[in-house]
């Protein structure tokens, strides 16, 4: 036999109490025997015989009833008993996939009419549920009632965002028990969608679970969307003439027909445009003198995904933030050049553009700093003068952004911003194998650096990049690293001083030291140091939602605080599938997420 719950049976211990009561209560007999009432004691004695007999009973009986309720909390079962019920014993977790491309159709109906086939499969399991999108949006722990479950698919909505269920998983492990003979079954319901997923995914469940997927499908195939809009400004002295070109695309096997209008304020243009199956369409507009600043482009149909349809862009003037390249003219310091000339010139829809130029260490000036908000140094601090020293300590108090690249100097670059006080990270030597024989690897990230914030969702290489040689940095506080090796080697520093910023990086842009300049990550990381730190609140260039969508969730003046994926104004996200990342429906078969995890389509 074996307890439930056998932390109960301690309350045996109990029985104790009466047993004390019952010596406390013991009569002793007077001893003192006088003649003239001999013929009591005889009276007394039988007395005395019955009472003892009754005080034992009440004592066996309150041990007994004391032993009962004890048994009763603690749950006796025999173990064979419970073998033959945890057979018909099961615990399920529902994952429900609420990113935008799940909005094709009724996703609550198959939400519903799904689970309820499921739960008539399983009558006696217990019930868990996971509501996902670019993050955990619900969350419903073992034992859910099917009427919460219920309630639950009715007020859950489709989400503006590319699905990324990274986090979802994470939570789904210990939703279940750890029974083992209890039977466990996780239950996918999404259209299964290339770009919503991550290999890691499934892996992190525990492989006891059994996985099944529950596909929905889509119940049209064709779509149309607007991939970007561009637009330049024509030379005219009399009027304002901005040229646009707008970028549609056919996603679907049949060709598509509908009217693209563009509006900016009261003015409206309209196009009736044919894509052919799988094409893109280029369509040009020519605005004259656009009374606003802000322009939507809009596809009039009612396709498969309608968060593509729509376009708003910013189309006043924007200025590019200036950006210099420090270097001392050294000939291996050329591929770095190429690549941050690579980086910093792509221009981004939505985000500040900016303008590079390079600059020789011995040509720099106090004058010629102020031109620049953000500077990249190639391991060339070290042949700047004490003059221009002190031009960039000042440069940086007023609020410029500095990003210093490690290399073969970094023992006197480092030591030169020691010198002026800029840095207080300081050099500790060479670390790694200069014949790439052995990779590092990244081994711990700050998560709460706002720098790290554009791979909140996980969609990174980072920690997948061989290092091959970096300089140990010597740290004044820990928190200034935001991601370092294995072994806590810094590669990535931020320090302030000032109004300004600096980072420093443990590497450097040659493939000699790392893969990092050919990594994933090294564009949005660089861009988003450059964008959080020196732009701060900027134009929306963007949206896909036309003005009146906006205007009905409380948006007027389409400006927003930057954010690295979904954009938010007045705390409301307006990015609605921004990256069209779902508009091509390339479902799961397409991409393998691993050998142990293949679909089972419901």
Same mark, same amino acid.
């Given at each position: 036999?074996?307890?439930?719950?056998?932390?109960?049976?301690?309350?045996?211990?109990?029985?104790?109490?009466?047993?004390?009561?019952?010596?406390m209560?013991?009569?002793?007999?007077?001893?003192?025997i006088?003649?003239?009432?001999?013929f009591?004691?005889?009276?007394?004695?039988?007395?005395?015989?019955?009472?003892g007999?009754?005080?034992?009973?009440?004592?066996?009986?309150?041990?007994?009833?004391i032993?009962?309720?004890?048994?009763?909390?603690?749950?006796?079962?025999?173990?064979?008993?419970m073998?033959?019920?945890?057979?018909?014993?099961?615990?399920?977790?529902f994952?429900?996939?609420?990113?935008?491309?799940?909005?094709?159709?009724?996703?609550?109906?198959?939400?519903?009419?799904?689970?309820?086939?499921?739960?008539?499969?399983?009558?006696?399991?217990?019930?868990?549920?996971?509501?996902?999108?670019?993050?955990?949006?619900?969350?419903?722990?073992?034992?859910?009632?099917q009427?919460?479950?219920?309630?639950?698919?009715?007020?859950?909505?489709v989400?503006?965002?590319?699905?990324?269920?990274?986090?979802?998983?994470?939570?789904?492990?210990?939703?279940?028990?750890?029974?083992?003979?209890?039977?466990?079954?996780?239950?996918?319901?999404?259209?299964?969608?290339?770009?919503?997923?991550q290999?890691?995914?499934?892996?992190?469940?525990?492989?006891?679970?059994?996985?099944?997927?529950?596909?929905?499908?889509?119940?049209?195939?064709?779509?149309?969307?607007?991939?970007?809009?561009s637009?330049?400004?024509?030379?005219?002295?009399k009027?304002?003439?901005?040229?646009c070109?707008?970028?549609?695309?056919?996603?679907?096997?049949?060709?598509?027909?509908?009217?693209?209008?563009?509006?900016?304020?009261?003015?409206?243009?309209?196009?009736?445009?044919?894509?052919?199956?799988?094409?893109t369409?280029?369509?040009?507009?020519?605005?004259?003198?656009p009374?606003?600043?802000?322009?939507?482009?809009?596809?009039?149909?009612?396709?498969?995904?309608?968060?593509?349809?729509?376009?708003a862009?910013?189309?006043?003037?924007?200025?590019?933030?200036?950006?210099?390249?420090?270097?001392d003219?050294?000939k291996?310091?050329?591929?770095?050049?190429?690549?941050?000339?690579k980086?910093i010139?792509?221009?981004?829809s939505?985000?500040?553009?900016?303008?590079?130029?390079?600059?020789?260490a011995?040509?720099?000036?106090?004058?010629?700093?102020?031109?620049?908000?953000?500077?990249?140094?190639?391991?060339?601090?070290y042949?700047?003068?004490?003059?221009?020293?002190?031009?960039?300590?000042?440069?940086?108090?007023?609020?410029?952004?500095?990003?210093?690249?490690?290399?073969?100097?970094?023992?006197?670059?480092?030591?030169?911003?020691?010198?002026?006080?800029?840095s207080?990270?300081?050099?500790?030597?060479?670390?790694?194998?200069?014949?790439?024989?052995?990779?590092?690897?990244?081994?711990?990230?700050?998560?709460?650096?706002?720098?790290?914030?554009?791979?909140?969702?996980?969609?990174?290489d980072?920690?997948? +990049?061989p290092?091959?040689?970096?300089i140990?940095?010597?740290?004044?506080?820990?928190?200034?690293?935001?991601?370092?090796?294995p072994?806590g080697?810094a590669?990535?520093?931020?320090?302030?001083?000032?109004?300004?910023?600096?980072?420093?990086?443990?590497?450097?842009?040659?493939?000699?030291?790392?893969?990092?300049?050919?990594?994933?990550?090294?564009?949005?990381?660089?861009?988003?140091?450059?964008?959080?730190?020196?732009?701060?609140?900027?134009?929306?260039?963007?949206?896909?939602?036309?003005?009146?969508?906006?205007?009905?969730?409380g948006?007027?003046?389409?400006?927003?605080?930057k954010?690295?994926?979904?954009? +938010?104004?007045?705390?409301?996200?307006?990015?609605?599938?921004?990256s069209?990342?779902?508009?091509?429906?390339?479902?799961?078969?397409?991409?393998?997420?691993?050998?142990?995890?293949?679909?089972?389509?419901?």
């Amino acid at each position: 036999m074996s307890f439930l719950f056998p932390l109960f049976l301690a309350a045996s211990g109990l029985i104790a109490i009466p047993v004390i009561l019952h010596f406390m209560n013991r009569h002793v007999p007077n001893k003192i025997i006088f003649p003239s009432i001999r013929f009591i004691m005889k009276d007394n004695e039988y007395h005395k015989g019955k009472r003892g007999l009754q005080d034992k009973i009440l004592l066996l009986i309150r041990i007994l009833l004391i032993l009962i309720i004890t048994l009763l909390f603690a749950k006796p079962f025999l173990e064979k008993a419970m073998q033959v019920n945890s057979r018909s014993y099961e615990e399920i977790v529902f994952f429900y996939d609420l990113s935008y491309s799940m909005s094709s159709g009724d996703s609550k109906r198959f939400f519903k009419q799904e689970t309820e086939k499921i739960l008539a499969a399983h009558p006696n399991a217990r019930v868990a549920a996971v509501f996902s999108s670019h993050q955990v949006e619900k969350l419903l722990k073992m034992g859910t009632t099917q009427t919460r479950l219920f309630d639950s698919i009715k007020s859950q909505n489709v989400r503006y965002s590319a699905g990324n269920h990274n986090a979802a998983f994470n939570e789904i492990t210990p939703l279940f028990s750890h029974e083992l003979e209890i039977k466990k079954y996780l239950y996918v319901l999404s259209d299964i969608q290339k770009y919503d997923w991550q290999k890691r995914d499934l892996t992190i469940i525990d492989p006891s679970v059994h996985i099944k997927f529950v596909k929905k499908e889509n119940p049209q195939k064709e779509n149309l969307a607007i991939l970007s809009v561009s637009f330049e400004r024509m030379k005219s002295k009399k009027q304002k003439l901005i040229q646009c070109t707008v970028t549609v695309k056919n996603y679907g096997l049949n060709k598509l027909s509908c009217p693209l209008i563009l509006r900016a304020g009261q003015l409206e243009m309209k196009s009736d445009i044919t894509v052919q199956a799988s094409a893109t369409h280029l369509e040009i507009f020519t605005l004259v003198n656009p009374p606003s600043n802000t322009a939507t482009a809009r596809l009039d149909i009612n396709d498969q995904i309608t968060g593509d349809n729509s376009y708003a862009f910013w189309i006043a003037n924007e200025t590019a933030v200036q950006v210099a390249v420090i270097s001392d003219s050294k000939k291996d310091k050329a591929i770095e050049e190429f690549f941050l000339k690579k980086i910093i010139s792509i221009k981004e829809s939505g985000y500040t553009h900016f303008a590079c130029s390079f600059l020789k260490a011995n040509t720099i000036t106090a004058d010629s700093l102020e031109h620049y908000q953000i500077i990249y140094s190639t391991d060339s601090i070290y042949a700047l003068n004490d003059t221009q020293m002190k031009a960039l300590n000042q440069w940086m108090k007023n609020g410029g952004l500095l990003i210093y690249f490690s290399g073969k100097k970094s023992d006197a670059s480092l030591s030169r911003l020691n010198k002026f006080k800029m840095s207080q990270v300081k050099y500790n030597g060479i670390h790694g194998d200069f014949n790439k024989l052995k990779a590092y690897f990244i081994g711990s990230v700050n998560k709460d650096s706002q720098v790290m914030s554009i791979f909140v969702d996980g969609r990174s290489d980072l920690n997948y +990049l061989p290092i091959y040689r970096h300089i140990r940095f010597k740290l004044p506080d820990p928190k200034n690293a935001i991601f370092s090796a294995p072994n806590g080697d810094a590669l990535l520093t931020h320090e302030t001083l000032g109004n300004g910023h600096l980072f420093c990086f443990a590497v450097n842009l040659s493939p000699e030291w790392s893969d990092f300049p050919t990594s994933l990550s090294i564009v949005p990381l660089l861009r988003n140091i450059m964008n959080l730190l020196s732009a701060g609140s900027s134009v929306l260039s963007y949206s896909p939602g036309d003005e009146q969508s906006l205007r009905e969730r409380g948006i007027h003046d389409f400006k927003f605080e930057k954010m690295p994926s979904v954009t +938010l104004v007045n705390s409301i996200p307006v990015e609605t599938n921004v990256s069209r990342m779902e508009s091509s429906l390339q479902y799961m078969e397409d991409y393998q997420l691993s050998e142990r995890n293949k679909i089972e389509e419901g």
